[in-house]
């Protein structure tokens, strides 16, 4: 998890950190800056979608040590928006887990967390499993 945390790209650019990540389950945490917030100053429903996408899309792609974490592809999102959040609540994370599965893809559904426990957004997904290809080998 921690070379996820480190790779450069789209998940470190936007501040998202992998908390925990097992077969059926993935976390994330963002801590909310200024660049997180929306005109009207509050947090942009595009970082809840981006958390959802990552942590559904990890919720059934784990796999254990010694093979590479790999995640998900997003085939489905579908995403309910229930209350904003703002700067002030400090951090925002997403929870989620695999709902199911069949021979190519996984069902996963997952939510959006204030730090009191306060649902912002909810989320459900189709997904393809991971598969490490030639682009993503030197990925370390």
Do not use: C
């Not at 981006?50 to 796999?63: E, K, P, Q, R």
């Not at 189709?126 to 290809?133: L, N, Q, T």
Request: no cysteine.
């Amino acid at each position: 998890i921690n070379w996820l945390n480190r790779a450069v790209g789209f998940n470190r650019v936007n501040g998202l950190k992998i908390v925990d990540w097992t077969d059926g389950y993935a976390s994330l945490r963002v801590e909310l800056l200024t660049d997180h917030l929306n005109p009207l100053g509050l947090v942009h429903g595009g970082l809840y979608a981006t958390m959802l996408d990552v942590a559904l899309a990890m919720s059934g792609s784990f796999s254990p040590a010694p093979e590479d974490l790999l995640p998900g592809l997003t085939l489905s999102l579908t995403l309910q928006y229930l209350r904003p959040l703002q700067l002030e609540d400090g951090f925002v994370m997403a929870e989620a887990h695999r709902t199911g599965s069949g021979k190519s893809i996984f069902y996963a559904e997952g939510k959006v967390l204030a730090p009191d426990g306060r649902i912002a957004a909810m989320a459900t997904g189709v997904f393809k499993p991971g598969r490490k290809s030639d682009n993503l080998k030197d990925i370390r």
